[in-house]
């Protein structure tokens, strides 16, 4: 299991790597900014997938986040 400064830094990373580095922070200071009801954004803010697939698609963004850094 990891910890929640690994899990931090997975999340910039794939932000960054989605959104690129000045998006990534404006999507952080909007949900700093605005008011954010996690419960709805979780039913309607994600693709409608079953979890491995969108597991998947998550760890492919790391991977290529990854290569996007060595």
Do not use: C, H
Request: aromatic letters at 6%; zero cysteines; a negative charge.
């Amino acid at each position: 299991m990891r910890t929640e400064a690994e899990i931090r830094t997975t999340g910039m990373q794939a932000l960054i790597a989605a959104l690129g580095l000045v998006e990534a922070e404006r999507f952080i200071a909007a949900l700093s900014r605005d008011k954010f009801d996690y419960t709805q954004w979780r039913r309607t803010g994600l693709p409608d997938t079953d979890i491995e697939t969108l597991a998947e698609q998550a760890n492919q963004a790391m991977r290529q986040a990854q290569q996007k850094a060595s």
